[in-house]
């Protein structure tokens, strides 16, 4: 789960990664392009420029100071700073705005030659010296030249690499946040897998009470749920199991028990009293058939809670056969229900012998249909069913104080009529009868 962890994280850190490279990559190609396009335009405005105020400027021949003044206007009618050199690169004059810069150490601007010799410097603010000048302009001179003017600025360069700074220190900054962020979601998703395994060894363990916490409402908790509902379905079915084994044991304790002592008893009893003792084995083999009979199809039942065979099944016709059996009335109206004919039959004829057993002679099934649903009744006049027990009747193997020294029995019967009932998406319930008995309902969904 660690290594899962570590995955997760990983890959979390690397799309980080991808994200930074491929934003500061688009960032920089962005930057580029801009700068061309600005040198560019600077280059074709200083050429503008230059061209402009050397046809303004006074030649050569004009004394300084005519000179000087023409520069002053040029720079106060464009708002630049500008200086003017000689073609021996001794300064001719100066704006008091570059002057005021160079006095602030920024006044590092862009050389231009004009065509008499004379070099022309214009400064923007903030600019620094990066670079050589624009093509097509020849570098000023340098001998005495003023050291402080460095070489020819390009405008883009302290832009850029200010620029470019904040965008790697940003980029660093949210690498480091969301890394630091997606570790906690990271850890509390594998933790909860985590969860989820411990829960899963500790259940096939032999824990079989063991769940695990549901929170959330993402796939991790859809799987939870899940583990959930199987563990309790799982535990359900072993302890029923268990219940059905341990009781089936004992059940066929007393006619195995019988059926020992009839046969050790057969070689030295009298012809009479040895066709008795046959009558009782083939009586006790009977009934453990009939026993292990129905703990298989419990078993069965458990396994496969719902009917796998689907098809249209006639209800008072299935329940005109089985009463006619054991010699009850059968009455009501067709009814069909989709459904597994023979474990149906079965549910009817478990019901009939139970009411035969112990209801006394009037026995009788009516058959009814009630808004999609198909009603089976089985009535009879019997002692009745407490109202505290008539819940617990159809839990595997009970039987009602008294019943099974009088009646026989083993407790199956009315457990498998409810294990059918819910295959088929149905209920069965025990109602008391007007009149005294009891009524046994059997209600499925019609076809």
Request: net charge neutral; charged share 25%; aromatic share 4%.
């Amino acid at each position: 789960m660690h290594t899962l962890t570590l995955r997760i994280y990983l890959t979390v850190v690397a799309v980080l990664l991808l994200f930074a490279f491929s934003s500061g990559w688009l960032f920089q190609r962005h930057i580029e392009e801009e700068r061309v396009q600005a040198n560019s335009m600077l280059a074709e405005r200083v050429a503008a420029w230059a061209d402009l105020i050397q046809r303004s400027l006074p030649g050569t021949e004009e004394p300084v100071e005519q000179q000087a003044a023409a520069l002053h206007a040029w720079s106060h009618r464009l708002r630049l700073p500008l200086a003017l050199d000689d073609v021996k690169g001794q300064r001719i004059a100066a704006s008091d705005s570059f002057l005021r810069r160079q006095a602030e150490g920024t006044a590092h601007g862009m050389a231009m030659r004009l065509e008499d010799g004379r070099t022309l410097w214009v400064m923007r603010p903030g600019n620094r010296p990066v670079g050589p000048p624009p093509r097509g302009l020849p570098p000023p001179p340098r001998e005495g030249a003023d050291d402080d003017r460095g070489p020819v600025d390009w405008p883009w360069g302290e832009t850029v690499l200010r620029r470019s700074v904040s965008l790697v220190v940003v980029l660093v900054l949210l690498f480091f946040a969301v890394a630091a962020g997606a570790w906690p979601a990271v850890r509390r998703l594998t933790r909860r897998l985590k969860a989820l395994q411990h829960g899963v060894e500790n259940f096939g363990a032999g824990n079989l009470g063991q769940r695990v916490e549901v929170s959330g409402r993402d796939e991790v908790a859809a799987v939870a749920a899940s583990f959930n509902q199987a563990a309790g379905r799982i535990e359900a079915l072993v302890q029923s199991h268990r219940s059905l084994l341990a009781n089936a044991s004992h059940e066929l304790r007393s006619p195995l028990a019988r059926m020992k002592m009839a046969v050790s008893m057969l070689d030295e009893a009298p012809p009479v009293q040895r066709e008795r003792l046959k009558r009782e084995i083939d009586t006790n083999v009977a009934e453990l058939d009939a026993l292990v009979e129905e703990v298989l199809l419990a078993s069965r039942l458990d396994a496969a809670p719902q009917m796998g065979l689907r098809e249209p099944v006639e209800m008072l016709a299935l329940a005109a056969e089985e009463a006619a059996r054991v010699d009850a009335q059968a009455g009501g109206e067709p009814a069909s229900v989709f459904g597994d004919e023979r474990l149906l039959r079965r549910a009817l004829r478990n019901l009939l012998e139970n009411a035969r057993r112990y209801g006394g002679g009037d026995v009788g099934v009516t058959v009814s249909s009630r808004g999609g649903t198909a009603v089976v009744q089985v009535n009879d006049r019997g002692p009745g069913v407490p109202a505290d027990q008539r819940t617990r009747i159809f839990e595997p193997f009970y039987r009602l104080p008294g019943h099974a020294e009088q009646a026989g029995g083993v407790g199956l019967g009315l457990s498998l009529v409810k294990q059918i009932a819910e295959g088929h998406g149905g209920t069965v319930r025990c109602l008391p009868r007007d009149g005294g008995g009891c009524t046994f309902q059997l209600d499925l969904p019609t076809a």
